[in-house]
T-cell receptor, first 114, second 110 residues
């Protein structure tokens, strides 16, 4: 079965650079979530989208922005990168009906800021 | 105080042991509860949802006590493959912003 696809899997950037992460949800899933997980930390909710509109916002820095496109894929844009942005970024998606509150996570994108 | 708190780990148990994890949540309006499993450097994967009546899936049993705002996970007959971090996850309200606990690491040894 198709899963949540994230790209790139690994990304190395320098301070003050910009990075873009992409997420392709499971087909027919209409909600996308972004989570950030620092080393030894639990996943922290950043932002979510439902039907291409922002549905919820968590601890996402102002330097970050995200959107969901008409094909339901989502992109997380991070600017003015800081060392503390080094983390594993997970995208998750959920569908409708009985599965609406069950999130399926992608394998994550590991960002290293040098 | 964190919104979702879990037992500190790690739990080191021998194969075949029974182990229990506990989790408390602070928001009494929380609607949905889950246990996710996360292997090192991998994504969290849903282990099971937690229902008010309690539910069982093979060797795994989850319980919810709304009055005490407490969730538990019991693993019977532990296998080496059960070694992972177990995350207690709560949906605080009607939004789908899941809140994760810090996780409890389980290490099952031969």
């Amino acid at each position: 079965a198709a899963g949540v696809i994230q790209s790139p899997r690994h990304l190395i950037k320098e301070k003050r650079e910009t990075a873009t992460l992409k997420c392709y949800p499971i087909p027919r899933h209409d909600t996308v979530y972004w989570y950030q997980q620092g080393p030894g930390q639990d996943p922290q909710f950043l932002i979510s989208f439902y039907e291409k509109m922002q549905s919820d916002k968590g601890s996402i820095p102002d330097r970050f922005s995200a959107q969901q496109f008409s094909d339901y894929h989502s992109e997380l844009n991070m600017s003015s990168l800081e060392l503390g942005d080094s983390a594993l970024y997970f995208c998750a998606s959920s569908g409708v009906g009985a599965g609406a509150n069950v999130l399926t996570f992608g394998a994550g994108s590991r960002l290293t800021v040098l | 105080r964190k919104e979702v708190e879990q037992d500190p780990g790690p739990f080191n148990v021998p194969e075949g042991a029974t182990v229990a994890f506990n989790c408390t949540y602070s928001n009494s309006a929380s609607q949905s509860f889950f246990w996710y499993r996360q292997d090192c450097r991998k994504e969290p994967k849903l282990l099971m949802s937690v229902y008010s009546s309690g539910n069982e899936d093979g060797r795994f049993t989850a319980q919810l006590n709304r009055a005490s705002q407490y969730i538990s996970l019991l693993i019977r007959d532990s296998k080496l493959s059960d070694s992972a971090t177990y995350l207690c996850v709560v949906n605080p309200y009607v939004s789908w912003k899941l809140v994760f606990g810090t996780g409890t690491r389980l290490l099952v040894s031969p």
